[in-house]
């Protein structure tokens, strides 16, 4: 029978470096990475009835209804029975959503970024994306090689709809009144739950992946414990 999977989260603002950072621990754990955003826009470019229906609430910077979402999401987590190692980026987001994720999978660890609001409102509000490939820059910090436009395919760049000051200043309030809870449910049902602190995901990064290493390895150590203790049939 495959071992059970290790199921972390990790929550942050709008433009808190989750996805950044879900990068790089992709790449140096092996986690599949899932994000909510990633899989309503994908609804959205396939013209899908689901992504007709959720488009102007991403464009509005606004939450897309449950009914869209959790059967979504839950639907795509399923898929990834085999996986040994599960990452869910942007989900839950409120509580109703961690009530409907706890119904199917008890979480494991949950990364919580605790990120400055003057940081954020500068980094979204200087991204451009390039639709097609997800590839993103910032007109200050990493700006293409000619305005405007992606390096690699010469197409435009665009600002993400939800990247308007309106919008971002929407789901930061948002962001504020709904997941902060999150964070006390989880802690409160005794999940391992940490929050980094800081404005650079070079900076945070170091620190998180200390720790997710140390808390996979106590559970290896767990795992490899128990199937003694059965081997031995105790
Ligand atoms: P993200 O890429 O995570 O910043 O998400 C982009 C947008 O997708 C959000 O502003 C929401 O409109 C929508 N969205 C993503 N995840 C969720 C979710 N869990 N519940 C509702 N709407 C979501």
């Given at each position: 029978m495959a071992a059970k999977a290790f199921k972390a989260l990790i929550l942050g603002p709008p433009g808190g470096g989750k996805g950044t950072l879900s990068k790089r621990l992709v790449r140096d754990f092996g986690f599949k990475h899932f994000s909510a955003g990633d899989a309503l826009r994908a609804e959205i470019s396939a013209g899908s009835a689901l992504g007709q229906k959720a488009k102007?609430?991403?464009?509005?910077?606004?939450?897309?209804?449950?009914?869209?979402?959790?059967?979504?999401?839950l639907g795509q987590l399923a898929t990834?029975?085999?996986?040994?190692?599960?990452?869910?980026d942007g989900f839950p987001r409120h509580?109703?959503?961690a009530v409907a994720l706890d119904a199917k999978h008890e979480v494991d660890l949950v990364l919580d970024l605790d990120i400055p609001e003057a940081e954020i409102l500068s980094r979204l509000g200087?991204?451009?994306v390039h639709v097609a490939s997800g590839r993103?820059?910032?007109?200050?910090?990493n700006p293409p090689k000619k305005e405007g436009i992606d390096d690699e395919t010469g197409e435009p760049l665009v600002?993400?709809?939800?990247?308007?000051?309106?919008?971002i200043t929407r789901r930061l309030q948002q962001y504020h009144d709904l997941a902060k809870p999150l964070v006390d449910h989880y802690a409160k049902s005794g999940r391992d739950v940490q929050t980094f602190a800081g404005t650079e995901s070079d900076v945070i990064y170091p620190v998180m992946k200390e720790h997710v290493a140390k808390v996979l390895h106590v559970r290896d150590i767990a795992a490899l414990a128990r199937g003694m203790v059965s081997e031995l049939g105790c």
């Open positions: 102007d609430y991403i464009a509005q910077g606004a939450l897309v209804p449950d009914e869209l979402v959790t059967d979504l999401v990834l029975r085999n996986e040994p190692r599960w990452l869910l509580m109703a959503q200087g991204r451009r993103s820059y910032h007109v200050e910090w600002t993400r709809p939800d990247d308007t000051a309106e919008a």
